[in-house]
């Protein structure tokens, strides 16, 4: 097997990376880019904790080629804050006590943000349909819920 | 009681200090630690129940450029990978690597390679014949006259011992005369459970880093919630001195139980790491990692007699629990199981008969509660049908037959015994009840529609540690140690290895060495430590983290307060006995003062460059601490469930969870271990089972998550129906009054999810999880049964 030449960016650096054809995009992003905020739970998009944005999608990284994000804007949790500025989501866990071994968080926040993103004022039964397919088992979710709708009163008030 | 007015720092809501790096995805966990020049490890497992290896070979897998590691390369010593027993209550009956493998999953070989890819290609290049051996999947076949052994002999007490039958491990333990107190007895219930086996599902799955270097010595990154006792076992097993081996305290995924033990990766991993002279890394699957532990199945009988007032004079259990193939800690479950049984409810006369049996099934180890749940399950299910049958409501006929303030209380078996100084469980029953709707519950059996309603309830705990007064013969190692010292500026190092699984417990620890020195919580740092920068600590298990780590760190607060005060006295003129410190937030320091002379003051940064600039030297301390108590952790549950009676899903509408963990420390934290005890506990209450095919010994789930279902985001109630109480209490042997909270917070959730279903259906289950299946089957034979007279449910003596 023969790397490929993959160009696209991540956290807004551009990267030009040779991978194999069967590199899982949660692999490389891992190993190759030591961006290890993105976690491994299950590798077959059963828990959402590899969950990375692609091109503002929520995306899960470990069914996803590395190969197939040529061209794309990948976002991982370490790209999220700008600087020291946290992103909203982000300030809302710290508030909230919604983390707690933090091994779901990144994937939590990710898709958090997209959440709030399409929908900045979602109701309760509306997070829970978003992100029914991100599993925590420290918290029983109630204070991952309340972040997330916290996150998106705040951004409503500021 | 409650002795001090003024906190400052604990009880406040604040972000926690590993937080920021657990939001940005800078936090490390095990498998996020990179090593220059580290190679990929994988492992060979067993495709067998039970299989003696005929022969193995690996050059095909050498050939590519692998090491491998099978029995023949690891030293053949026998541990048990769970060191927190005593030794003479140690069972040992694994290595490394073996020769024989006794359940699907066992690691039977081990590779190391330059990248993950050709570690994949050379496991699949290791060629193993099997001879296959008759597997015992489960306790009747294990205990069957002339079945196979699964253990020959294991080391016990220093000598290779026989195991007969398959029985790792019994237990009797009696108190009184059962049979003088059952014919006291005005009546006698007698009612048969059991709880499946269950998989932690922690988030994290079970990985390894392991550094050698040409002294001989190793560094390691382990998923562990203990890094002293990996530490030792390692020493052990490769006879290293202490010194040569540092084990990295890092972050942990969630274990619930599941790390007590040194994981099965960890020598394999540094086996791999000597033998290569490079650094190895193994960062197991979730398939991996399913197979690799679960909580016991357990199958309980309980005999209880009771007076016609509602007085329990005697109680007989017996235990029968399925191990798997390694005896991890059967002898402490065993005990736990009774200690925990007869510290519910007074009860003047117990018999206790416990067996643990081999089988060749996925080792069992502690998951959240260690026997509390399976112990709650059956007492408070028994508990709610005797008040029925008396026509008493079960809050009140609970709270007449409780062990409370003042009693006699086991916490973790026998060995175990102290006096209940807090207790909150009047309080949290009154305030749960009411936000509840408590008495406006259902009769049972009394409703018709598809959708039917209920609400469950019970009560259980957990003890904080497992401390007790005994200077020797403990069954159970229990102390911590911990460092503060005081920094040039004046900030505080807290440093201590005691592990936090992400409840928050150093956070909590860092709080009560803030308040005791009184500094703001700004100035405290929790340290990056290792084995060989730290004192031991135990084990963060058996809810003791904040109760008995937290003691140790406060011991040694209280140490540097006094020695500061000391040089303080010197400075300001002022007798030490007259001068407080308290956090300003505006200085961002302690300030040292005399309250009546506001001018003798200072601050601790302006003390300790004082200190510092006059070569002064450093104001620090080292403690060790072994607490003499182990406080009861009450937690009560209310749940309101809707069960589809089409369908036979159970629904939660409502929780009321009350919490007695005396002063509470960190209060968001603490919320939420008592909400992430409901989701697990309900898990394990409805769905969650791990179950193995018969006739193979795979796991029905293969290993796959969506197969082995947990509870999802969509699965717990809404917040508005989600109520949390901590009951107003202060623990006069814990520190700043605070008990333990973490495995309370799941241990009532079984009888409750059973009672609860029971109030919606009139249906008594006594097996779980009540999955759907099993309750469509009840539906339909209740109504057949429907024209039977009512079984009686009494036995009058």
Redesign the interface.
Known sequence: MKRQTVRFTINGEARELAVYPNDLLLNVLRDQESLTGTKYGCGIGECGACTVQVDGAPTLSCLKLAVSVDGCKVVTIEGLAKGNQLDPVQEAFLDNSAVQCGFCTPGMVMMGRALLDEKPRPTEQEVRDHMRGSLCRCTGYASIVRAIMVAGEKAELS | MQTRTKLNTIGR?T??K????????????A??V?VPRAWYGGVLRSPHAHARIASIDTSAAEALGAVCLTFADVPRVKYNERTNCAPPHLYRDRYVLDDTARHVGEAVAAVAAPT??LAEKALRAIKVEYEVLPAMLCAADALKDGAPKIHETILYRGKETPIEHNVAVTRLIEVGDIEKGFAEADSIIEREFEAAPVYH?????KSVVCKPAVDGSITVWATTQSIHNTRQLLAEIYGLPLHKINVKKI????T?GSSIQMNSVVPICVGLAIKSGRPVKI?T??EEDMYDHCRYQVRITLKLGFKADGTLVAGHMKTTVELGAHNTQGYHFLGVIAGFWVSLYKLPNMKYEGTAVYTNRTPSCAMQGFGAPQATFVTEVIMDEIAELLGRDPVEYKLTQYRGLGDTFWGQGPTVKSIILSDGVPELLEVGAKKIGWDGRPVPGTQTGRFRRGIGMARSFHCSGVGQPRKTGAEMIDYSGAIVKLNEDGSIDYIQSLMD????TCEAIAKLVAEEIGVPLSMVGISDVDTNTTVYDITTHATRGVFAGGAAALKAAKSVKAKILDYASQLLDIMSESLVIEPSEELGQGVIYCPGYPEKRMTLGELAKYLHVNSWGTIAAVESLHPVTAPPAYVTYFVEVEVDTETGVVKTLAAALGSDCGTVV?P??A??Q???????GAGCALIEAHQWDRQTGELASKG???DGK?L???E?P??EN?HIDFAHTYEPTGPFGAKGIGEASINPALAAYSNAIYNALGIRFREVPITAEKILAALSTKKVRRTQPAQRELVNS
Do not use: C, P
Request: glycine share 20%.
């Open positions: 809501n972000h926690r590993d937080g920021i790096g657990k939001v940005t995805g800078t936090e490390q966990y498998s996020d990179s993950r890819a599902a922690q988030m994290e799955t972050a942990i995924g969630g619930f960062a699957t979730r699984h992400g409840g928050g960190n968001g934290l919320a939420g008592l909400t992430g005890g409901l989701s697990k796959f998550w969506v947990t999802s985001i969509l717990t809404l917040l989600l």
